[in-house]
């Protein structure tokens, strides 16, 4: 099992930036995929970024394409997000999640941290 913790989060700002973490724990061989998904109130979970172990598949949302910057580093078993530029609508519960096959879902998750923009 993994489990991931996040840390970071905060209050800043609109065009402020902020920098997540995520340390990943537990028995596992490797992860493949990790992730960054955000909810906010009264809305769906989105997948904001994504990166393949080796980084060199990353995904991002339109919204926040050249803003955030997914990392990871696996020796380190870290994920980050540094996120600039930030809006009001990025305000929300921001989660890692971690999948250790390629074709599988994102079935390791952090316990979130909160992202406040302020306009």
């Known amino acids: 099992q993994v489990q991931l913790v996040e840390f970071g989060g905060g209050l800043v700002q609109a065009g402020g930036s902020l920098r997540l973490s995520c340390a990943a724990s537990?028995?596992?061989?490797?992860?493949?995929?990790m992730a960054w998904f955000r909810q906010a109130p009264g809305k769906e979970r989105e997948l904001v970024a994504s990166i393949s172990r080796s980084a060199g598949n990353t995904y991002y949302a339109d919204s926040v394409k050249g803003r955030f910057t997914i990392s990871r580093d696996n020796a380190k078993n870290t994920v980050n997000l540094q996120m600039n530029t930030l809006k009001p609508e990025d305000t929300a519960v921001y989660y890692c999640a971690a999948k250790q096959f390629n074709g599988g879902s994102y079935d390791s998750w952090g316990q979130g941290t909160q992202v406040t923009v302020s306009s």
């Open positions: 537990g028995r596992f061989i490797s992860i493949s995929f």
